[in-house]
């Protein structure tokens, strides 16, 4: 007879992954704040307006935080799929049916945490990543490709998926090099200012001021379609604002369920299916590898590979996060898209290399005797990461909207610091005060009742 499949227990979990997901969760934090108090149509977009300590914390959180802890969760994600993986061929058990229940439930928590608490929720897109690497685990148990099924080939394809955007903004940064000149920069630059100034003239008409006539009907389109979106974009902003400013609970709940529904009913919903597809499925690979390979089961025996991730990562990481977050600063970013992009290019490259840097830091950190003290803290709280997560979402509802605190756009920047350190230092506590007493978080406990479809035992 076959044994029967159940959650990990505590004397059976890998504390390292927990301590990771745990630290992971003050960098999830310190990015998303921002977004309760600001309009989600305008998410990863630096504040241009902050100055002193306000600038300074804006630009301290997009250096060092934004992109890199969501990556850190992409691999998590993917290791602890490796784990149940692993833990159902060893019970001799059917591994798709549950984790495609396990998945479900997910997308279904992601899609009610949307709606009813804030529209910037992650947890469904990692449900359907999983899918994604089910698929693929699947497809590599079929004759056809078993001999291609081991742990090397998720590692492959992961950083195949990760190169590949570089490599085209590569070929196509060489390509603009190669075929364009200084003259022909110096003359779409002047475009580009002639479309700008006539932008500023239809603003000045909509407000009945007068305007010049005869510009170049070239530029005149192309300033009356970016006038349109700018004045789509501005108006989408102010709703938000004011919903979430003066708004009732229900307000805002119906607001955000109309965005749900335009993303799930429009072709952009392809557009993010695909993002998640190649952003969270290539670091799911990547995490998969971690776990299936050994590295983190015994991460005493690959102490150089660390070092490697903790000496390269970081240093090659936040130079190019220093770059290219201070190009995308520059106000030529806003006209020259080769600039945009060259930035884009240079952030997005820093943010995998400091997340392999930060991983390779903390597992380093955990081998020493006051590392593990210090960050064991964490632990807790990573056991109930998606308890925690949601945790987050409530507490900052409360604050800022205006159903709530009414805080929306009161609190800049640096305050902002100040209540992620309150809510840290809460979690930390509440997350080992509630481990005592209980097998699970009160999410880890439903989401695991509803994969396994029985009731999972609560009390210790």
């Not at 969760?73 to 001799?92: E, H, Q, V, W």
């Not at 799911?284 to 991730?309: C, D, N, S, T």
Request: net charge positive.
């Amino acid at each position: 007879m076959t044994a029967q499949l159940s959650p990990i227990q505590a004397g059976k979990r890998i504390d390292i992954l927990d301590i990771i997901r745990g630290f992971a969760l003050i960098g999830i934090s310190l990015m998303n704040i921002e977004w309760f108090s600001r309009p989600m149509a305008e998410l990863m977009q630096l504040d241009l307006a902050a100055t002193g300590a306000d600038h300074s914390a804006g630009w301290l959180v997009k250096t060092f935080v934004e992109g890199k802890f969501i990556k850190l969760f992409s691999l998590l994600f993917g290791m602890g799929f490796a784990l149940m993986l692993l833990k159902a061929k060893d019970a001799n058990r059917p591994f798709t049916a549950w984790f495609t229940r396990r998945m479900l439930v997910l997308f279904v928590l992601g899609l009610a945490h949307w709606v009813f608490l804030w529209g910037g929720d992650i947890l469904h897109g990692y449900a359907f990543a999983g899918l994604l690497l089910l698929g693929l685990v699947i497809a590599l148990q079929t004759p056809f490709l078993q001999r291609f099924n081991h742990p090397v080939t998720f590692l492959r394809i992961g950083l195949a998926m990760i190169l590949v955007p570089f490599a085209l903004s590569i070929y196509q940064g060489t390509v603009n090099g190669v075929t364009q000149d200084f003259t022909q920069m110096s003359a779409e630059w002047a475009q580009e200012e002639s479309v700008n100034a006539s932008v500023e003239r239809l603003r000045a008409k909509a407000l009945n001021s007068s305007t010049e006539q005869g510009q170049n009907y070239f530029i005149s389109l192309k300033a009356q379609h970016r006038f349109e979106d700018e004045k789509d974009a501005q108006a989408y902003v102010a709703q938000e604002r004011e919903i979430f400013t003066n708004g009732s609970y229900w307000q805002a709940t119906e607001f955000r369920l109309a965005e749900m529904l335009s993303y799930l009913t429009s072709p952009s919903l392809y557009t993010g299916l695909a993002y998640h597809g190649v952003f969270s499925l290539s670091l799911l690979l990547v995490g998969y590898w971690f776990i299936a390979a050994g590295v983190m089961r015994e991460p005493k025996k690959h102490l150089p590979l660390f070092k490697q991730m903790a000496i390269l990562g970081t240093s090659c990481g936040l130079v190019l996060n220093i770059v290219g977050v201070n190009l995308s600063l520059h106000p030529a970013i806003q006209n020259v898209d080769a600039v945009y992009f060259m930035a884009y290019t240079i952030s997005s490259l820093g943010e995998y290399m400091l997340s392999a840097g930060y991983l390779g830091l903390l597992v380093l950190a955990v081998q020493t005797d006051y590392g593990r003290t210090c960050l064991s803290w964490f632990a807790p709280m990573g056991r109930m990461a998606l308890t925690n997560y949601i945790m987050h979402s409530v507490i900052l509802v409360g604050v800022f909207h205006g159903y709530a605190g009414q805080m929306y756009g009161l609190i800049s920047r640096s305050p902002q610091m100040l209540i992620v350190a309150a809510i840290i230092l809460f979690q930390v506590i509440v997350s080992a005060l509630w481990l005592k007493a209980f097998r699970f978080g009160p999410l880890e406990w439903l989401w695991r009742s509803l994969t396994y479809l029985k009731v999972q035992p609560m009390k210790r």
